[in-house]
DNA sequence: TTTCATGTTCAGCA
DNA sequence: GTGCTGAACATGAA
């Protein structure tokens, strides 16, 4: 369940049932999630190294496994990260790692949206992909100023990645409705102070979601979330929400507090 | 059986 | 060349 706070819990658990270890094996069960790398070569760059730490920038987890090139993991649609005891294999585990000081790491992906790769720098990564500033990590400012010439929906505006690195198609609904903002207006028919606060608003309920560490029990009832797929009424005025394709991806909105302007 | 899905990428069009 | 839209990817769950 990947966006932005969800693979931040991701680069967490690399941490800490990682970190400090040695990759004794690499059991590529899966070779259709491995990107620009056949499973001899993936193997033979991870056995023997041992991991430093990890990083995040969006939706972007990085591996830190010392000299030598990083392993970078994106998650895709169904992606996941499972610590595993001895023996463990979970469903869909695609690519398992095996630690010499016991215990391991399964990668799982039922839809294979996401891959595996290796880069020799994140920075050398991100600068290969069209990926933007991390959401948490940009000034307003540029946010707006980038934004405010793009007369695709605000909602497409803040899915693109090469713009703001870590918003999904979820916490963007999310951040819409705080904001009181239809997903269909037109980022350039937003003025700059409208844009600095949709920004702010963003990032607040990114933060949120990572402090609770994406644990969707805890979201709070105010929020959208907890009532979006039920199609349910909108948590603050009672509205029915309605639902809307832009960018070829579902928008759930309130039609009373979010009204269309163009 | 049909529809939908928390992401990314690419072809095609204005 | 630029910006935008929609389809495609592979598969499980409702």
Redesign the pocket.
């Known amino acids: ?3 932005l706070p ?1 693979v931040e819990t991701y680069r967490r658990i690399l941490e800490r049932h990682a970190t400090g270890k040695t990759i004794a094996a690499v059991s590529v069960r899966d070779a ?1 999630v491995l990107a620009g790398v056949t499973s001899r070569a993936l193997s033979g760059a991870l056995r023997g190294r041992t991991v430093m730490g990890a990083r995040r920038h ?2 972007i987890v990085f591996a830190d496994l010392g000299p030598g090139p990083w392993l970078v993991l ?1 998650f ?2 169904t992606g996941d990260l499972v610590p595993l005891g001895a023996g463990e294999e979970p469903r ?1 585990a695609r690519v398992v790692l095996r630690f010499l000081e016991g215990g391991g790491l399964a990668y799982t992906d ?4 996401g891959s595996l790769a290796l880069a020799v720098s994140p920075e050398a990564y991100l600068a290969s ?2 990926i933007g500033p991390d959401v948490l990590a940009v000034a307003p400012a540029a946010f707006a100023r980038e934004a405010a ?5 605000i909602k ?1 505006v803040l ?1 693109d ?1 090469a713009l703001l690195a870590g918003v ?3 916490y963007a609904d999310e951040a819409l409705f705080q904001a009181g903002i239809h997903p269909a207006t037109p980022a350039s028919r937003i003025d700059a102070a409208g844009l600095s606060s949709l920004h702010a608003v963003v990032r607040r309920v990114i933060a949120r979601a990572v402090a609770i560490e994406a644990d969707w029990s805890r979201l709070p009832r105010r929020w959208l979330l907890p009532w979006r797929d039920a199609g349910g009424p909108c948590p603050h005025c009672g509205s029915p929400l309605r639902r809307l ?1 832009i ?4 928008s759930v909105f309130c039609p009373s507090k979010q009204r269309r302007r163009r």
């Open positions: 369940m990947p966006e969800e259709g969006g939706k994106r895709g649609m869909f039922a839809r294979k949206f992909g069209r010439r793009r007369r695709a929906p497409a899915l990645q999904g198609n979820l394709r960018g070829g991806r579902t």
